[in-house]
């Protein structure tokens, strides 16, 4: 998913990897995403975390898979031609986030990135790691895939339901 030109923008410039989940785009900073697969059935995974749907083999390697819908709060993502499943890694976690379509490889000058509102960042809210605001189009918000994956831990966590 890597564009050829992502060497060429230097320090100033942020090539980001975007995608539609739920009838948004999001984006994230493509040095995460290792490739992009298309759609295949996840296989459960018993006792996972919440957030968890299940593993692919992935040419010889498992890799859990997250419903990008469901971990922003959303809907599910619904499998069909378009949907595709985005390959990421950070601090050595290999995961697959499963999404609805892979939009664009869009080269953004980092100036064009802003911090999210102060009053959801204010309120723990972390998501969000940059909007870009954009003339011709509904504003990209940047995710943070550190947040995704501090949710798919507390999704391991008992319920208060489940330790009384």
Known sequence: MQSSNSETFGQNHVTLGCFEVGGRVYALDVTYIREVVRWQPVTP????????????????????????????????????????????????????????????????????MEDPPGLATQAGYDTTRAVVRRSDADPIIVLSLEHLLESIYRSALPSKEETQ
């Open 45 to 112: 995974l018993p006792k996972a975390p919440a957030l968890i749907e299940g593993i692919i083999d992935l040419r010889g390697a498992v890799v859990p898979v997250v419903d990008l819908g469901r971990a922003l709060g959303g809907d599910s993502v619904k499998a069909d031609s378009r949907s595709r499943i985005a390959v990421a890694e950070i601090e050595g976690l290999v995961l697959g986030l499963a999404v609805d379509a892979v939009i664009e490889v869009l080269p953004v000058n980092a100036t064009a």
